[in-house]
C-alpha cells in the first residue's frame, strides 16, 4: 500500500512563494506520474500540475503557468511544488495524487490511484 504525505503549506503573503513536498513510502516502484490537485472551500478539486515520473515531462494547469514548477526526486521519492508569485485565489488545500499506468489526461483525477491528505494553502491579501 502506498501512502502519500504532503508538507509545506501554510499562510504566505501574496506574492510570496511556497514550495510543498509529497513523499510516497510503501509500493512505489511502479510510480507512472504524480500530480498536484487543489480544493478551495466550496469548489470542486481542481488539477495544478503532473509529472512524468521516469521522463519527467511536466503539465501544467493554466492557472500556475509561468508561476509553478512542479519536479520529482527519485531516490527520495519525493514530489515538489514550487509556487511562486502566489495570490489569494491559490487558497486552497492542496493534494499529491499518483498514478500507477499511462491512462491520459493528467487533469482528470479519477485517473490516479492514490492521495495525500492534503496540506492547507493560505494567501493573505
Known amino acids: 500500500q502506498v501512502q502519500l504525505v504532503e508538507s509545506g503549506g501554510g499562510l504566505v503573503q501574496a506574492g510570496g512563494s511556497l514550495r510543498l513536498s509529497c513523499v510516497a513510502s510503501?509500493?512505489?516502484?511502479?510510480?507512472?506520474?504524480m500530480g498536484w490537485f487543489r480544493q478551495a472551500p466550496g469548489k470542486e478539486r481542481e488539477f495544478v500540475a503532473a509529472i512524468i515520473w521516469s521522463g519527467g515531462s511536466t503539465y501544467y494547469a493554466d492557472s500556475g503557468k509561468g508561476r509553478f514548477t512542479i519536479s520529482r526526486d527519485i531516490a527520495k521519492n519525493t514530489v515538489y511544488l514550487q509556487m511562486d508569485s502566489l495570490i489569494p485565489e491559490d487558497t486552497s488545500v492542496y493534494y499529491c495524487?499518483?498514478?500507477?499506468?499511462?491512462?491520459?489526461?493528467?487533469?482528470?483525477?479519477?485517473?490516479?490511484?492514490?492521495w495525500g491528505q492534503g496540506t492547507q494553502v493560505t494567501v493573505s491579501s
Open positions: 510503501g509500493r512505489t516502484f511502479s510510480t507512472y506520474a
Open positions: 495524487a499518483e498514478r500507477l499506468a499511462y491512462r491520459g489526461r493528467y487533469y482528470i483525477e479519477t485517473g490516479y490511484d492514490y
